[in-house]
């Protein structure tokens, strides 16, 4: 069984200031890891994935991520926010077991941007 | 390119009453997937479509839910006597469902209202 932890439900951060956003997921085999975003009335957006080689992963809109085996972390960076990156961004685990991709949720972040 | 589509964009019904949501792929997408998002929660994986066929349903959450895609395309989900509890928004995702990786590109979300 795989899951995601996200420890902080929101992020209040001062708009181009760094922010992190949290994530450690647990699994028994080998995973895929993403961050999705979801803007207001929107669909979820792949903002980035892990699937194997380099740790460190860029995504769109500046943002990037660190996979850390020995910790079980994802967590999600970005030097310099703007107002246009307040929304609910999503880690999400999957083992890719069976030739496809069940994907496993966690609870979300809200990232308030404030101006 | 047309995106995944989802009618309606809002359904409000009475509990007990009987409602299907329809998902319209990415054309080509031959891997379909449904998740339910709870208020305060990630997305939750239903079930999913390889063409024509329900390869995994484990997330259905109990009878009263059924999903079909006759054709290999358009997908429907049924919920039968509905129940408060069913008040989610339910996401359609597709991709090109290659063997080990196939980005999932969601749809907007059908938000179910069951009063």
């Known amino acids: 069984a795989q899951s995601v932890t996200q420890l902080d439900s929101q992020v209040p951060v001062f708009e181009e200031a760094p922010v992190e956003l949290r994530c450690n997921y647990s699994s028994s085999v080998s995973v895929y890891l993403f961050w999705y975003v979801q803007y207001p009335n929107q669909g979820l957006q792949l903002l980035l994935k892990?699937?194997?080689?380099?740790?460190l992963v860029k995504g769109i809109n500046g943002f990037e991520a660190e996979f850390n085996k020995s910790q079980t972390s994802f967590h999600l960076r970005k030097p310099s926010v703007h107002i246009s990156d307040t929304a609910e961004y999503f880690c999400a685990v999957s083992d890719g077991s069976g030739g496809y991709q069940k994907v496993t949720f966690g609870i979300g972040t809200k990232l308030q941007v404030i101006p | 390119g047309a995106g995944v589509s989802q009618t309606p964009s809002n359904k409000v019904t009475e509990k007990g009453k009987y409602v299907e949501l329809r998902c319209d792929p990415i054309s080509g997408h031959t891997a379909l997937y449904w998740y339910r998002q709870s208020l305060g929660q990630g997305p939750e994986f239903l079930i999913y479509f390889q063409g024509t066929g329900a390869a995994d349903d484990s997330g259905l959450p109990n009878d009263r839910f059924f999903a079909v895609r006759p054709e290999g395309s358009v997908s429907t989900l049924k919920i039968q006597r509905t129940e408060r509890g069913d008040s989610a928004v339910y996401l359609c995702?597709?991709?090109?469902?290659?063997?080990?990786?196939?980005?999932?590109?969601f749809g907007p979300g059908t938000r179910l209202t069951v009063l």
């Open positions: 995702a597709s991709s090109f469902g290659r063997v080990g990786w196939g980005e999932q590109f």
């Open positions: 892990y699937l194997s080689g380099s740790t």
